[in-house]
């Protein structure tokens, strides 16, 4: 009897693992659509719990409650902000007057789509450019998100080595745009 406990205790950190990788899973479909050595897509697919009009709200008006401080350069995402005005900016503020222009607001369609236009951070060195769509529609008793980021350019080594860690940063990101939209907490 003893020795079972112990195999349980041992397997549990694994099962807990296991676990919260099949929830999120759950909470958003995330992948690279496509990959070459000039570019990818990827694109990342959330139910939220809200009406559209609720979800775009907070997308544009709070993104420094929900994204991830940890993939801004001030490390301090309340120093996002998206200007929703024709050429709007997602910027960033850095200090000494400093800022970082993440994209161009291009379209903008309140409460069902936006698109905009750059490299998101870590990119915009490597002279790639890029168009990310977010259309919300209503499903299933809340709303579903759509994001599409198509991103394009040169690297030596393929602008397809940066795919993988770009799905996972966009796709926590609109993660913590559900989790705060139904919480008000971007982490649970």
């Known amino acids: 009897m003893g020795d079972e406990v112990d195999r349980r205790r041992r397997h549990a950190p694994a099962a807990a693992v ?18 070459a050595a000039s570019g990818f897509t990827v694109k990342t697919v959330v139910q939220i719990n809200a009406p559209p009009e609720e979800v775009f709200h907070k997308l544009i008006q709070n993104i420094g409650d929900w994204w991830n ?3 801004t350069f001030s490390h301090d995402a309340h120093n996002l902000r998206i200007e929703p005005r024709p050429g709007g900016c997602l910027c960033e503020k850095m200090p000494n007057l400093g800022f970082v222009r993440h994209f161009e607001l ?14 998101m951070g870590p990119l915009q060195p490597l002279a ?8 919300l529609t209503a499903a299933e008793g809340g709303t579903k998100l759509e994001m599409t980021y198509a991103v394009s350019g040169y690297l030596a080594k ?14 926590e990101q609109f993660v913590r745009l559900k989790n705060f939209v139904e919480t008000g907490k971007a982490k649970e």
Request: aromatic share 8%; charged share 10%.
């Open 18 to 35: 296991k676990a919260v990788l099949f929830l999120a899973a759950l909470l958003a479909r995330a992948e690279v659509v496509d990959s």
């Open 69 to 71: 401080p940890e993939h």
């Open 106 to 119: 291009i379209n903008f369609i309140p409460g069902k789509y936006v698109v905009f236009s750059g490299a």
């Open 128 to 135: 790639a450019v890029g168009t990310m769509q977010i259309q």
């Open 158 to 171: 393929g602008l397809n080595t940066w795919a993988p860690a770009v799905d996972m940063v966009t796709g």
